[in-house]
Structures are given as structure tokens and as C-alpha cells.
Antibody
Framework: QVQLKETGPDLVQLTQTLSITCTVSGFSLTTYNVHWVRQPPGKGLEWMGA???????DYNSAFKSRLSISRDTSKSQVFLKMNSLQTDDTAKYFCASRTGRGYFDYWGQGVMVTVSS | DIVMTQGALPNPVPSGESVSITCRSS???????????LNWYLQRPGQSPQLLIY???TRASGVSDRFSGSGSGTDFTLKISGVEAEDVGVYYCQQGLEFPDTFGAGTKLELK
């Protein structure tokens, strides 16, 4: 069955870089797309960006040039990197699959990241 | 960006009652392919969001038929027929028509 799992640090220092890995199983990254969504504590969901099955990417302009998404298809992994972290980047970060147009059908359990000064 | 606005519920809701959650988009989500790109999710406490309804009215695999979605191009409703304890959580609508994908702020369902 389809599964996604995020791994990453619990704590990141202010202005440093966040790196999170999403490892998928049950489908190929060359078939379906993987997106990143985050959720600050007690708040709603924010779409961050996408890794398309063809290898292209799209980003939410809210993150300007801070965000980078890449992949290693041989390891079934998608990577999120975001630099210049601020305290308002404290959030749970989810990866989610998109097998049909426009919706997220499977989600990882998320990784909670706290940005500390 | 497309703004998604969700309505509130008169919490707490008695078990077995039917409720409707509303969502409005700042732009029509009806695309030229005939599909309306509005989706609904439930996030139970401490869990990841779960897809309930996609393309406005199609139930996701394994989702109870107590959940139904309807609407027009900009106004949408998620109906839960006979709420149960497992329905407690926050419901989000999301538009998948254009980037960036955007979500509503969420509607909390509490059970009496």
C-alpha cells in the first residue's frame, strides 16, 4: 500500500537550513507527484511546493528563493531544503502524494520542527 | 492566490445529528474539463489530514457514505449525515485548480 514517511530534525537554529526527507513506498516517484505542506502549531495548512513525476518542481512564491525540492528516484525519496529559518517556520511538515489532479490522497505522519533562537 | 473561506459549526453537536460545513472560494473552481477542483479533508486530533471528498463530490476510497460533497463553482458544502465520535476533528477545504494550492482555515467539529 502507499506510504510516506518524513524524517528530519526536531530542532533547527534560527537562520539555519532545514532538511527533511520523505521516503515513499507503494508507488514510484516517476509515476506520481509528491508535495510538501506545513502546519504551524494550532493553525491551518499551507502548501509549500511540489516534485512532479517528470522531475520538475513548483514552489509557493511565499517562500521566495528559500525553498528547494529535489529527489532520488532510486531511493524513492523526496527532499525538502529551506534556508534562513525564522521562528515562524516552526511547524509540522508533511509530504503528501498526488495521484489524481488537484488533491492529496496520501499523507505522511509529519515531522514537527521547532526553530530555536 | 485563491482565498478559501470556511464557515463554523454550532459546537458541540449532538451525536447522530446531521451537519453541513460550508466553504467559499474567491474564484470559480470549475475547470474546462467539467470538474470542480474542490477537495475536503478531515484532520483528527494528533493525526495527518485524510482525504474525504475530491472534485467536489467524489468520495475517496474507504470513506463512509455518511459524507457527501456538493456545490457550485464558488460555494461548497460538506454534509455529514449522523455524526459519530470518529468524525471529531478539523475539516479543511482545499482548492486544486491553480497554484499555489490553498486551504480554508478549518472548521472544528466537537461532539456533545
Amino acid at each position: 500500500q502507499v506510504q510516506l514517511k518524513e524524517t528530519g530534525p526536531d530542532l533547527v537554529q534560527l537562520t539555519q537550513t532545514l532538511s527533511i526527507t520523505c521516503t515513499v513506498s507503494g508507488f514510484s516517484l516517476t509515476t506520481y507527484n509528491v508535495h510538501w505542506v506545513r502546519q504551524p502549531p494550532g493553525k491551518g495548512l499551507e502548501w509549500m511546493g511540489a516534485m512532479w513525476n517528470g522531475g520538475g518542481t513548483d514552489y509557493n512564491s511565499a517562500f521566495k528563493s528559500r525553498l528547494s525540492i529535489s529527489r532520488d528516484t532510486s531511493k524513492s525519496q523526496v527532499f525538502l531544503k529551506m534556508n534562513s529559518l525564522q521562528t515562524d517556520d516552526t511547524a509540522k511538515y508533511f509530504c503528501a502524494s498526488r495521484t489524481g489532479r488537484g488533491y492529496f490522497d496520501y499523507w505522511g505522519q509529519g515531522v514537527m520542527v521547532t526553530v530555536s533562537s | 492566490d485563491i482565498v478559501m473561506t470556511q464557515g463554523a459549526l454550532p459546537n458541540p453537536v449532538p451525536s447522530g445529528e446531521s451537519v453541513s460545513i460550508t466553504c467559499r472560494s474567491s474564484k470559480s473552481l470549475l475547470y474546462s474539463d467539467g470538474k470542480t477542483y474542490l477537495n475536503w479533508y478531515l484532520q483528527r486530533p494528533g493525526q495527518s489530514p485524510q482525504l474525504l471528498i475530491y472534485w467536489m463530490s467524489t468520495r475517496a476510497s474507504g470513506v463512509s457514505d455518511r459524507f457527501s460533497g456538493s456545490g457550485s463553482g464558488t460555494d461548497f458544502t460538506l454534509k455529514i449525515s449522523g455524526v459519530e465520535a470518529e468524525d471529531v476533528g478539523v475539516y479543511y477545504c482545499q482548492q486544486g485548480l491553480e497554484f499555489p494550492d490553498t486551504f480554508g482555515a478549518g472548521t472544528k467539529l466537537e461532539l456533545k
